[in-house]
Every structure is written in structure tokens, then in C-alpha cells.
């Protein structure tokens, strides 16, 4: 026997191919985290089209153009709300009569948020969910709230401050 090794010179190298398939790996997770909101924007932009025609917004910018009509009263529940993919905003009336405004982007890495339910603002990507009341963190991982965005209640009509 020698003492020679023996090393194959086609194929390579185990690092390579370990190293390779840590960067897909991360490459898929990265993507994940981003997310893609087409599914349930379409699902919710065809569930929404009475705002996304009144408001006449073009989702552009953080939030929709101020003064645009967004909602009425009555379709924001009591100890509920909505979310307007469009504008980027959750209308929310955590008591009887009290409207808050939030941006609908999750602090935690940019999803949107897509409901309303047991008085918090749920985002589906991380589960993280915000209070109705204030865009305070119920639980993450966010760790930044929700931030405020002004609203207008004139009668039964909410509109963008």
C-alpha cells in the first residue's frame, strides 16, 4: 500500500456542494420572508372594488391621496375593522363610535397585514398581531407598533387626513 490519497478529480468538492445548498436554502427563505401579496390581493382587490373605485387611489405612495373618501362607518365593525390593501391602511373601531387608522405594513419585515379578528390586526406572514386600539404589539416577532395614519369621520363617511 502507499501513502499516497487517492482523490478523484471529476465532481466537486463536498464544501462546494454543502456551501451550495446553505446559499438555496437561504435564497428560499429570503423569499418567503419577502413575500408576495398576489393571491390575496386579487382575492381581496375583487372583494373590494366599491373602495378601490371610490377612493379612486392608485396604491401608490404610503397611503392614498388625503381627503380621498375611504369607507363609511358602517362597514367598519365595532371592536373590528378593515383592511384597504390599496391604500395601505386598517380602519379599526376598537369601542363604539372611535375610528383608528393604521399603516396595514407590518413593522416586522414589510408584509402586509390581511385581518381583523379577537380586537388585533394579524399579519399572516410571521404572525405577528397588533391591538385595534393603539397599533401596539400583542405578540410578534414585530417589535415596533403599527404607526398611526390620520383619518377623518364626517358623519357616516371616513376619509384620509
Known amino acids: 500500500m502507499t501513502s499516497a490519497s487517492i482523490k478523484s478529480a471529476s465532481g466537486p468538492a463536498r464544501r462546494t456542494v454543502v456551501a451550495a445548498a446553505g446559499a438555496a436554502g437561504l435564497s428560499v427563505a429570503l423569499t418567503a420572508c419577502g413575500g408576495s401579496d398576489d393571491d390575496s390581493s386579487s382575492s381581496s382587490a375583487a372583494a373590494g372594488t366599491s373602495e378601490a ?3 379612486g387611489g392608485t396604491g401608490g405612495g404610503d397611503n392614498a391621496a388625503a381627503g380621498a373618501a375611504l369607507t363609511t362607518t358602517a362597514d367598519i365593525p365595532e ?11 386598517v380602519v379599526t373601531q376598537p369601542t363604539a363610535g372611535t375610528y383608528k387608522a393604521f399603516s396595514a405594513v407590518c413593522t416586522h419585515q414589510g408584509c402586509a397585514v390581511k385581518s381583523i379578528s379577537d380586537g388585533v390586526i394579524n399579519c399572516p406572514c410571521h404572525n405577528s398581531n397588533f391591538s385595534i386600539t393603539d397599533g401596539s404589539v400583542k405578540s410578534g416577532p414585530a417589535q415596533k407598533p403599527l404607526p398611526e395614519v390620520s383619518i377623518t369621520v364626517s358623519g357616516d363617511s ?3 387626513a
Not at 375593522?81 to 395601505?88: A, I, M
Open 53 to 55: 373605485a371610490s377612493t
Open 79 to 89: 371592536g373590528g375593522g378593515k383592511v384597504f390593501d390599496s391604500e395601505k391602511v
Open 158 to 160: 371616513i376619509t384620509l
